[in-house]
């Protein structure tokens, strides 16, 4: 069995030389050999990626609609006849 590779706050890690990609194992990093031998995937950044995801979605919304609330940003540019390019990227 290889010995478990750990990160400094003690959670496991892939190795530097890691070629994983797409799921496909690399046999010569500890942890996918760990994986490719039954053990689990690390659970719980899932949580914290997907709470992040939807905050900066919400915030996203919230900017849109202070952009084109009447009275807003949108309105003040349409006056002076100019050309509104927010949130065009």
Request: aromatic residues 10%; hydrophobic residues 30%; glycine residues 8%.
């Amino acid at each position: 069995m290889y010995a478990p590779s750990y990160a400094k706050n003690g959670s496991l890690k892939h190795s530097d030389e890691c070629t994983m990609h797409f799921g496909h194992k690399d046999l010569n990093c500890p942890r996918c050999a760990e994986m490719l031998a039954g053990a689990p995937s690390r659970s719980g950044w899932q949580k914290s990626y997907y709470s992040r995801k939807a905050q900066e979605e919400k915030s996203l919304r919230a900017a849109i609609a202070e952009h084109f609330a009447p009275g807003g940003e949108h309105d003040r540019i349409m006056a002076r006849g100019g050309v509104d390019t927010a949130f065009e990227w």
